[in-house]
């Protein structure tokens, strides 16, 4: 396991600890026992569903293994890495990934955080955004990818028509990249403005009317006051995010299914596999794709310091 | 009261874009659904004409009705199995001292980061080789999986504000941690599995890429998977009209959802991420 050690935060008021180091009471060994009895199941599922299959990736990875000819299958070392790393395909879904990931996640932080100011200010109305809001996240991406889709149609759709005539925005690679961002900030911006107002609530009303007295304005009090306070959230906001966004499939599907050069690594490790249905490739792509994330949240985590979820309860 | 009544007025406005925003999508979809075939290329917001055959159409067709079906088994199944896993689990994260629960509050983490597509290519040779593939436990058991870490952040951040005096006053009354879980905490913490339960369940009602990945008929093959592979009468047409009446009906569940649980779904967002 890459370990990502979950860190204890050090921005909220950790409990206390508990250890009292005694010899362990009967008590105590029943309760120890009914913990391990109670997370095994689910511990179960999750390493088997997850952990076999990826040792099993990584081995099919280094064969060749073509399902168009399955008896010439073999152990080929780390050659199916070379050609995926040699070739001209990984590295433009490796763009198009980042790209799409850097400026949606951008996008999304800074409208997110707009989103979330109107939710935890408002004085009218503040139930019903609270609950529109939650449309775009919980409508499946399938629905509102086709949404966004047919919005683009030249003929069909009513911002195609808003744009010159003939153009065709879903056949070319810059504008394709563009709907596919817009398609995935509308989808999650919600989420991330729930997350930022739950750390907007942790920021105390008394210190903005302080600093409001003291002269600082409405800009200087969030950037100075509101953002630095809610660090903790913003960065658990960002990396879920981030790791989100790299593995973007659905909108890519829909829209454009990867054509005209705006397939993400997963549209491209999807395709190995049944388009080109060949599976040593496709978990060559695989287990780099596992690599990049678990880089990404390595980084996060080290850089920033941004606190595991639930890591600060963990020793509760 | 001038400055209040502008106050408001301003708030209004930028309420009305909030809610557009959310809404303008959603509107649109359900536009094209209500068009018949002659105007639904006419590129307005609002059709011209009504019509229900969209409906009637995919209603009538096995591809649709029996992806449906697949989708709401699957999603119950998958959701009923984590709920309960997860609840065993956060329980035991909240309330019990036991070795390695760092570990596993690390694996769930890595598990909800983890990259979906890196599963998909050894899933599906494992299915095949269990001969699985293309039935509901091909999409149940990752279904479960990724949907397990969710679970049990948002449980056991509502297990933990459950009062711990409750639990130790049953104790104290002779029960044992078992009881104590299943008279007095469970109770207390429905809502919360309530809310974990809707949770798991738009995940699972959302997912594409397992579902084209890991089935391929009308046996198993869910509504997300059958909308994006619809395809009209003839090569020639766009089947705008069925496809946009589908999204519809699989959009209406998680609406009614989010309208009455909107508070809860709120708290279980969030619970994981901030709570200290």
């Known amino acids: 396991m890459t370990a990502v050690e979950p860190r204890p935060s050090d921005d909220t008021a950790a409990p206390p600890p508990r250890k009292r180091k005694a010899a362990l009471s009967e008590g105590k060994k029943a309760e120890r026992r009914l ?107 399938v629905a509102a990818a086709y949404s966004w889709y047919y919005a683009w149609t ?9 744009l010159p005539d003939g153009s065709a925005p879903l056949t070319d690679q810059i504008p394709s990249l563009a709907i596919i961002v817009f398609a995935e900030v509308w989808k999650t911006t919600p989420f991330m403005a729930l997350l930022l107002l739950a750390g907007l609530a942790l920021v105390p009303d ?29 960065l658990v906001a960002l990396l879920f995010r981030t790791l ?60 920033f310091g941004a606190s595991a979820p639930g890591s600060d309860e963990g020793g509760q | 009261m001038a400055e209040t009544r502008r106050r ?47 409906y009637r159409g995919i209603l009538r067709t096995d591809a649709f009705t029996s992806a449906l079906i697949n989708s709401i088994g699957i999603g119950l199944i998958a959701t009923f199995v984590a709920v309960i896993l ?25 598990i909800a980061m983890f990259p979906q597509i890196s599963l998909v290519s050894p899933l599906f040779e494992i299915m095949r080789g269990l001969g699985l593939f293309d039935t509901w436990m091909a999409l149940i058991l990752p279904y479960i999986t990724f949907s397990l870490p969710l679970a049990i952040y948002t449980l056991s951040a509502f297990f933990k ?37 809707i949770l798991v369940f738009i995940f699972c009602w959302n997912d594409l890429l397992f579902a084209i990945s890991l089935t391929s008929t009308e046996r198993s093959i869910t509504a997300p998977a059958a909308i994006a592979n619809f395809t009209g009468a003839s090569q020639f047409e766009e089947p705008t009209g069925s496809i946009a009446a589908a999204a519809v009906v699989i959009t209406i569940p998680i609406i009614v959802f989010v309208l009455i649980f909107q508070r809860r779904i709120v708290a279980g967002l969030t619970s994981g991420a901030v709570k200290g």
Request: proline share 5%; net charge positive.
């Open chain 1, 35 to 141: 913990g391990l009895l109670l997370v095994a199941p689910a511990a179960l599922v999750m390493v088997a569903v997850t952990a076999y299959p990826v040792v099993y990736a990584i081995w099919l990875s280094l064969q060749r293994y073509d399902l168009r000819f399955p008896d010439d299958r073999r152990f080929v070392g780390l050659s199916n890495y070379v050609a995926v790393l040699s070739d001209g395909f990984w590295w433009q879904a490796f763009f198009v990934t980042a790209i799409l990931t850097i400026v949606s996640v951008a996008i999304e932080f800074v409208l997110g955080l707009a989103i979330a100011l109107v939710m935890h200010r408002t004085i009218v109305g503040k139930g019903l955004v609270r609950t529109v809001v939650l449309i775009p996240y919980g409508i499946v991406t």
């Open chain 1, 154 to 162: 030249p003929g069909t759709g009513y911002l195609a028509n808003l």
């Open chain 1, 206 to 234: 008394d210190l903005l009317k302080a600093a409001q007295v003291d002269g600082a304005g409405s800009w200087t009090r969030l950037v100075r006051i509101i953002v630095p306070l809610m660090k903790p959230a913003i």
């Open chain 1, 244 to 303: 989100d966004a790299f593995r973007i499939f659905d909108n890519i599907y829909v829209l454009t299914r990867g054509s005209n050069g705006t397939g993400s690594v997963s549209i491209l490790g999807y395709d190995n596999l049944f388009k080109a249905f060949n599976l040593g490739i496709g978990s060559a792509i695989s287990v780099l794709i596992f690599l990049c994330v678990a880089l990404i949240a390595f980084v996060f985590i080290k850089l």
């Open chain 2, 8 to 54: 408001t007025l301003s708030w209004s406005a930028v309420n009305l874009l909030v809610l557009l925003y959310a809404l303008i999508p959603v509107l649109w979809i359900a536009s094209l659904s209500f068009k018949p075939p002659g105007t639904i290329q006419d590129g307005r917001f609002v059709p011209q004409e009504w019509t229900l055959d969209n």
């Open chain 2, 86 to 110: 997860g609840t065993m689990a956060a329980y035991a994260i909240a309330r019990l001292d036991f070795p390695g629960k760092k570990v596993l509050v690390g694996v769930a983490l890595l």
């Open chain 2, 161 to 197: 504000e459950i009062p711990w005096e409750l639990e130790k006053a049953a104790k104290m009354d002779g029960a044992t941690p078992a009881q104590a879980f299943r008279k007095v905490v469970a109770p207390l913490a429905a809502p919360g599995i309530i809310t974990a339960g």
